[in-house]
């Protein structure tokens, strides 16, 4: 890898108010987390899952290395890294560092006067870490040890992932580790031939390991949470992908196969969002609001809720929705939703 490339990357990151710790991880402070502190409804994850914002981290342990460079997320993907990391810090050290540095980005609250004192106190301990922030967690070999520190802490542990890495999701809990509190695959083309295109990954075969992937969240039922996220965007005519869409007629079928396969806990139907670098890839056309989300989560309910061979339905359902955030939760029924212990 380039050092002095690195370096650029680092300066860059640092502009845009990332908090670099160690090597390869980083955090940063989501506005929702702001908007708890100041007294205002925090995200759709404490809306669904009970988990206050103000408590929440948002971090990463490979900032800047994906497989992927997707033309949706609003990260500075144009800036990827590659997939292996220069070095591997001890995950004790990377939380502590994290834990630091959040803490030194929340100060600058402390003298606003909408902020409550107690529940600011409080929220310099988070009680979530969730991994997706920017890069591919799993390309960090001690994940798994990460996750056992954070449950060690108390905290509840999200990763969000490509799943380009079935093997480690498979082993997470192998050599002195554990599975997160809720696993993520996103799942954002229906098919091959959009997956490529959309995704546009530097992993070979990278479909067919996708499809890994699903498989092997079948597998983990009963070992952690599990969702499958979709992020939905229309045709536009602004930007170099405006044409492309993920969520025609045709898709809904493919997507409640894609999900059949995997049987998660939940579904998260989210709307693209012109926001950061995906503006540059994608106009505000191809923007989906909330209505249109639901009702597109309505057909893939709709589809993951007809009969199997057996005759017995799948049982799925719409659970939650957060119109600000422009995302829709259909659920497994019979799952609970609020998460009561790590």
Not at 103 to 126: C, R, S, Y
Request: charged share 30%; glycine share 8%.
């Amino acid at each position: 890898m380039d050092k002095c490339n690195l370096e650029k990357v680092r300066e860059k990151l640092t502009k845009m108010n990332y908090g670099l710790v160690g090597e390869t991880s980083a955090v940063q402070i989501c506005r929702w987390t702001k908007n708890s502190l100041r007294g205002d409804s925090g995200c759709w994850k404490e809306k669904f899952y009970g988990i206050s914002s103000a408590g929440c981290c948002q971090m990463t342990p490979s900032v800047m290395w994906c497989e992927n460079k997707c033309i949706h997320c609003w990260r500075p993907i144009e800036m990827n890294l590659g997939t292996d990391l220069p070095m591997v810090d001890d995950p004790v050290e990377i939380l502590d560092g994290i834990i630091e540095k959040r803490k030194d980005m929340l100060m600058g609250m402390k003298g606003n006067k909408k902020v409550d004192l107690e529940k600011f106190e409080e929220a310099l301990t988070p009680k979530l870490f969730t991994m997706s922030l920017s890069g591919e967690p799993t390309l960090y070999p001690r994940i798994g040890e990460m996750f056992k520190e954070i449950r060690r802490r108390g905290a509840v542990s999200f990763l969000v992932t490509n799943g380009l890495n079935p093997e480690v999701l498979r082993n997470l809990d192998k050599n002195g580790g554990e599975f997160p509190t809720q696993l993520v695959i996103s799942t954002n083309a229906p098919n091959e031939e959009l997956f490529l295109k959309w995704h546009r990954s530097s992993r070979k075969n990278a479909w067919k390991t996708f499809l890994e992937s699903l498989d092997v969240m079948r597998e983990l039922r009963d070992r952690t949470r599990r969702v499958v996220r979709l992020t939905v965007a229309k045709s536009g005519e602004e930007g170099e992908f405006a044409a492309m869409t993920n969520m025609n007629d045709e898709n809904v079928g493919e997507y409640c196969n894609l999900i059949k396969r995997a049987e998660p806990d939940f579904v998260h139907v989210k709307g693209y969002k012109a926001v950061g670098y995906a503006k540059d890839r994608m106009g505000y056309d191809n923007q989906v609001w909330h209505d249109e989300v639901r009702s597109y989560a309505e057909r893939i309910c709709e589809g993951l809720s007809s009969k199997d061979d057996s005759g017995d339905p799948d049982g799925y359902s719409i659970k939650a929705e957060d119109e600000r955030s422009c995302v829709v939760m259909i659920a497994r029924d019979g799952v609970e939703m609020k998460i009561k212990k790590v």
